[in-house]
């Protein structure tokens, strides 16, 4: 037992010296400013702050209220604190650029990368569209360093994670130019931009946004000027301001899937095309995913609300998870269905039962939307980069005794599902090909939407004369007419065929 522990923690302490040899900069004055600009800072919408913000030469501060300040004050002008707080952010900047790069990732995007801490270089610009995860090796205040020659542009939704389930306060950003951070995204780190940083509608980062030359622009934000003095009340190791649980030691997190929600749409004829109306079951949904303080996910809360039930078959509705039927706990709003080696959560088994009309037909009162909430908890579970937040829904109806999912485009059908049908009728499933739940012509019998204001046919009304362009979209593998659905320029719907 003491050489299979001293053998890895010589290996440690040699790779810690190669690894770890860059160093966070010191902050000096601007240690407690969590927002900090040149000419300007400007607010728009609920933006909390929690740290000072400043602004140094100038003096034009705006938009608080709106947003507001936590455990800091407002500073402007050079001979306010502002002022030695953008000298010696100037002079951080100055150290990250002389610190030596130990990769250089010039012309990759973030998105889908795994690093270790280190300094990683961009001789221009920097582009993260999807998730990046840096792995510190269980240690939350590893450095990573990130050096761009001019800007660094996240996508919508972009998020990064600190795999030790940190915040990244040893995190820097030395940008060339500007930095502009995409909507809803999740960001890790304290940004040092050359000239502007703007914090497009809902987007987060955990650390400091300093302007050296010129605005910070923010709408409905978060930024914090991380320090040593962290209250921490149910010792998890995440700061009380940066914990969503801070008096539960088991949970940290809460990972919405998107900001308002989603939409999924099924066609119930499957393997026939039927109508192709596109109306049979339409659910809006969003979840929460809870994670502890190390990004494991401990508890999943879905929110559903049944918009339509435009057919007659009586389809049930359900959602499988990437993780066994046996870690799951505690389901309430919905019934972890047996016989299923994933875990299939089932909220209803005839969509007959939930609503009297079908709110797809013209001149006829809607049903009010059902809404469910489905909660359990999840022992053992993965890490969030591994659980994610797209999972699997599908509608199912019996034909005897063949039970007849219908799944997204791509996605698995169920260990209950009736696989002979697999490929009949209209119906282009290829197993062995990797095709799931396409029509012969390349069309889905499934959809999701990132809205959940979707104007679905009315019934009996084939989608692809409602939406111009619906079959130019999933023709093309959803690359081409991505707005097809919310584009309401001539050409692209027959408003007369849609359900409003």
């Not at 030596?100 to 690093?115: A, N, V």
């Not at 600190?162 to 304290?190: D, E, H, L, P, R």
């Not at 010129?214 to 962290?230: H, R, S």
């Not at 659980?387 to 997204?408: C, K, Q, W």
Request: glycine share 10%.
């Amino acid at each position: 037992m003491k050489i299979f522990v001293l053998i890895p923690v010589l290996l440690c302490a040699i790779l810690s010296h190669v690894a770890f040899a860059q160093t966070a900069p010191l902050l000096g004055a601007a240690q407690g400013f969590a927002v900090l600009g040149y000419s300007t800072v400007t607010n728009t919408g609920a933006t909390v702050v929690t740290g000072n913000i400043g602004v140094s030469p100038g003096s034009a501060l705006t938009g608080f209220p709106p947003g507001k300040i936590l455990s800091g004050q407002f500073y402007s002008g050079a001979p306010s604190l502002a002022g030695p707080a953008q000298i010696a952010a100037q002079a951080a900047y100055t150290n990250i650029a002389g610190q030596t790069k130990t990769s250089d990732l010039t012309g990759k995007d973030l998105g889908g990368m795994t690093l270790t801490p280190g300094v990683y270089n961009f001789s221009s610009s920097a582009g993260l569209t999807g998730t990046l995860t840096l792995d510190d090796s269980s240690d939350p205040n590893a450095v990573f360093i990130f050096k761009m020659g001019s800007t660094i542009t996240t996508a919508s939704y972009s998020k990064i994670v600190m795999k030790s389930g940190g915040k990244g306060v040893n995190v820097y950003w030395q940008v060339g130019s500007s930095a502009t951070i995409g909507t809803y995204s999740t960001f890790v780190g304290n940004i040092i931009a050359t000239a502007s940083i703007t914090m497009t509608t809902g987007a987060t980062t955990t650390g400091r946004l300093f302007a050296l030359n010129g605005a910070v622009t923010m709408d409905t934000n978060t930024a914090y000027a991380l320090t040593a003095q962290i209250i921490d009340t149910d010792g998890d190791g995440v700061p009380d301001n940066l914990d969503d649980y801070p008096n539960d030691p088991t949970k940290a997190y809460n990972n919405y899937s998107s900001a308002s929600g989603s939409t999924v749409a099924f066609e119930d004829q499957w393997p026939k095309t039927g109508d192709f109306d596109m109306n049979d079951l339409v659910m809006a949904y969003k979840y929460n995913v809870v994670t502890n303080a190390q990004n494991i996910v401990v508890q999943v809360i879905g929110y559903y609300t049944l918009e339509a039930t435009g057919g007659t078959l009586g389809s049930a509705f359900g959602v499988e998870f990437p993780i066994p039927a046996t870690s799951v706990s505690g389901l309430t709003g919905g019934t972890l269905e047996s016989g299923q080696t994933s875990a299939v959560v089932i909220l209803f088994t005839d969509m007959r039962d939930e609503t009297q009309n079908w709110n797809t037909r013209l001149g006829v009162t809607p049903s009010p939307p059902i809404t469910y909430t489905v909660t359990f908890n999840v022992a053992s579970g993965p890490t969030l980069s591994v659980f994610g937040t797209d999972y699997n829904p599908f509608i199912y109806n019996m034909a005897g005794t063949s039970r007849r999912e219908v799944h997204l485009p791509g996605k698995l059908p169920t260990a209950l599902a009736d696989q002979t049908i697999f490929g009949t009728a209209n119906d282009n499933t290829n197993v062995a090909a990797g095709r799931y739940y396409v029509t012969k012509t390349g069309l889905p019998y499934a959809i999701d939407l990132p809205t959940i204001t979707f104007n679905y046919p009315i019934e009996g009304t084939d989608i692809t004369t409602a939406y111009l362009h619906f079959s130019d979209w999933a023709q093309s593998g959803g690359s081409l007419f991505t707005d097809w659905y919310s584009n309401t320029a001539l050409g692209y719907r027959n408003p007369a065929l849609l359900f409003q």
